[in-house]
């Protein structure tokens, strides 16, 4: 499978303890993405990576929140102290980081927090 | 501020009709625009896409029309078939300085196509 491979697939866990996630993009793909998406609406934006270097956080990712993508290949999304609106389908995708070239998505890990 | 807009939350169509799905934004810098089909569960999958110098692009039944001027694009599925039942996002980028390809999404379109 060459595709997007997001690890785990669905995570309970209860409010207060740590998470993390794990996305393995397409291996050619130098630029990786994390997404969040919650009932009735649209993936939004997280924070991304061009190669190991992370250039832009979004103003939702709180100081819970933090990425790392250290070799490059695959990155972690950990979320500590997690609250009941942390629940959320967590997206990672990649791409090829050229022009006009589409970013791939995996299949998400769907947080719940009870 | 929602600056990608879908604004029908769904879409009824019969099997072999033509499905229009309709995307209005506001930033006048996105210049890259993208169609993903989503299936309940599963990571949205890429169906088209359009660049800014374009005004349309082709792909067997799906063809996306872009108005700059409007600021709207639209999707365009010909014939439909049941298959294609699942919600549509359309998305948006500004690659100004061959920046992030950050994508912004609308709210999505839930299509029903009826055998």
């Excluded at chain 1, 819970?64 to 942390?86: C, H, M, N, V």
Aim: hydrophobic share 30%; charged share 20%; proline share 4%.
């Amino acid at each position: 499978d060459t595709g997007v491979s997001q690890n785990p697939r669905h995570k309970i866990t209860k409010r207060g303890q740590n998470v993390t996630f794990r996305c393995d993009p397409i291996s050619e793909h130098n630029r990786l993405y994390w997404y969040r998406q919650t009932l009735g609406q649209g993936p939004e934006f997280l924070t991304y990576f061009q190669n190991e270097a992370q250039l832009e956080k979004s103003r939702l990712l709180s100081d819970r929140f933090s990425a790392e993508r250290p070799k490059g290949s695959f990155s972690t999304l950990e979320i500590q102290r997690t609250e009941q609106g942390d629940s959320a389908m967590y997206l990672c995708a990649s791409s090829l980081g050229a022009t006009d070239t589409e970013a791939f998505f995996g299949q998400g890990t769907r947080l719940t927090v009870v | 501020d929602q600056q990608v807009k879908q604004n029908s939350p769904s879409l009824s169509v019969q099997e072999g009709r033509i499905s229009i799905l309709n995307c209005d934004y506001t930033n006048s810098m996105f210049d890259y625009f993208l169609w993903y089909k989503k299936y309940p569960a599963e990571g949205p999958t890429f169906l088209i896409s359009i660049s800014s110098i374009k005004d349309k692009n082709e792909d067997g039944r799906f063809t996306v029309f872009l108005n700059k001027s409007a600021k709207h694009l639209s999707l365009h599925i010909v014939p439909s078939q049941p298959g294609d039942s699942a919600v549509y996002f359309c998305a948006a980028s500004a690659r100004y300085g061959g920046a992030t390809n950050k994508l912004i999404f609308g709210t999505g379109t839930l299509l029903a196509v009826q055998p």
